[in-house]
């Protein structure tokens, strides 16, 4: 099946620095890919949606400074948590839809643990 | 909306009973449905899905059924393995080629 990557799996960072994650299509171009942020015991929150070539779209209540998205490539998002603060610590996961017609189904990266002390 | 935090449902069962997971999805026209599985500490891992011109799909150890009359999901896991203890979700898709909306998730609990 399709796998997605995402780098790195953990990050602990101080408050005020900035942070990249990068989401990775290992087999399949992904035209679409999407991020999430999970807290404990929740469900997966969508906070934007990446498009190849364009710009992202965000949720509402997600500020498109704080959380930049760079999808430059069909096999790679990248999401940039800049001037971090202890309350954007959470569980981070991207997912990628593949480009072929008719194939909605998503497949999930691993998930980044981010820890922002 | 998209789903927002609750305190997750749990389900337990003891190893090698029938499992069923259930789902309430928010909208009618949703036309394509996803139940995924993540265990703790990783990301979502998909399972089985179905569209809505269908009722009843099956796959190794897993059924999912979908009513749509009443917008219900499940998932029956067969002979449920301790390997099987994670928190399941069900996804719609509202509109095709955008996101997924995710259910709350079941907590499942596989007993000795």
């Known amino acids: 099946g399709a796998v997605v990557s995402q780098h790195p799996s953990w990050v602990i960072c101080k408050s005020g620095t900035s942070v990249k994650i990068e989401c990775r299509s290992l087999?399949?171009?992904?035209?679409?890919m999407f991020w999430y942020r999970q807290f404990p015991k929740q469900s997966l929150m969508l906070m934007a949606t990446?498009?190849?070539?364009?710009?992202?779209?965000?949720e509402q209540g997600v500020e498109k400074d704080k959380f930049l998205i760079n999808h430059a490539s069909l096999t790679l998002s990248t999401l940039t948590v800049t001037s971090a603060h202890p309350e954007d610590s959470s569980f981070y996961i991207c997912?990628?839809?593949?480009?072929?017609?008719?194939?909605?189904?998503?497949?999930f990266g691993p998930g980044t643990r981010l820890l922002v002390l | 909306g998209e789903s927002v935090g609750l305190h997750l449902p749990t389900l337990s069962v003891q190893e090698g009973d029938n499992s069923i997971i259930n789902c309430a999805y928010s909208?009618?026209?949703?036309?394509?449905f996803i139940w995924y599985k993540q265990e703790s500490g990783k990301g979502p891992q998909f399972i089985i899905d179905i569209r809505s011109n269908m009722d009843k799909r099956q796959g190794q150890r897993v059924t999912v059924l979908l009513n749509k009359t009443v917008k219900h999901l499940s998932l029956q896991i067969a002979a449920t393995q301790p390997g099987d203890s994670a928190v399941y979700f069900c996804a719609e898709n509202l509109i095709y080629g955008q996101n997924f909306v995710f259910g709350p998730g079941t907590r499942l609990s596989v007993l000795p």
């Open positions: 087999d399949f171009q992904a035209t679409t």
């Open positions: 909208n009618s026209a949703s036309d394509y």
């Open positions: 990446s498009n190849e070539g364009s710009k992202a779209t965000y």
């Open positions: 997912s990628a839809r593949e480009t072929q017609p008719h194939q909605e189904t998503q497949y």
